[in-house]
């Protein structure tokens, strides 16, 4: 009576589902890090997936784990391929007991006692579904190596088929950092008042301005010293050069007769120089003015001991001028590879 049952399973055994995946209507498909530290979901053109990723090795454009192509399933992808699969296996069970069902009445027909068995109301045939996509992601970015299209959310920093990381963008991507940060700090501030308090509320949005002044100053460390490095042709400068203002300066002005100060001019150069300093004195002395940022800067609204305080408008005028001084270096490196 279980022959049919039996037969089925066996076939099961020497089946292997196969579960279409869908792609976005942009023809992007979803993957995901295997890494359980980042699991950063993202998207990659379909045609580029096939046709430039190698099996062999995937990166993830958040933190630059590898592993093979067949690891970059989302989850979502998962759970729904193992719905389609028990979908398999349950039609082929049910048509394995109606198989079972049909030969046990045909044994019992005709016999004193009349007895009939059914299977009734389960599929005994199941349609796989291809896994459908997740919406869209606005971002888009171009690897300009390999040519690579891809998309997340937020940022990103390497490219998933080539591991390239463009410093270029990630330049771009912090000054947006930076600028959506302040931007965010009114919502931010009353949200948290409401569910932490004022205090706690009041902490975190100075720590994001604080940070917001950090993140300009590593930025255009990276950003200068690579266009600086390209221009030049130097395999490398001391460490932290372009950390210092004037010693990055002095660099480009010897390369290519130009100066930071003739990029922005003298005022906002000075005060590009003093928010340098506030950045060293929050990262080193957890703010506390000293002798050194006294007689780096001038600055006389603080005495030694006291704590620099950083205002919004503080954050954009930095912003502004490392966004120019990089504007400016960029077109000077462009120039530069024309003539080349
Ligand atoms: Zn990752
Ligand atoms: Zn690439």
Redesign the pocket.
Known sequence: MFEGLIKQMKKLQETSVSVPVNTDEEGYLDRE???K????QFKIHEDDWKNICKDEAIY??????SAPSTSWWTKEQLEAAKEQALGVVKAAINQGLADGARSFNRKMNGGFIKMTMSVSGRPKYYNIIPVSAQEAMKLKIQCGECFTRFAVVGSAFFCPACMHNSIDRTFDDSMKKVATKIDNIPAVMKALEQVSGRDEATLTCRSLLETGISDCVVAFQKMMESLYLKKSGKAKVQANTFQRIDDGSKLWQELCGESYESWIGADRLKTMILLFQKRHILAHGEGFVDDKYVQKTGDDRYKVGQRVVIRDSDVLELLDCVKTIVAHARKVQARNEEVL
Do not use: N, T, V, Y
């Open positions: 890090c295997p890494s530290e980042c699991l950063f993830c454009p958040l933190c630059g784990h």
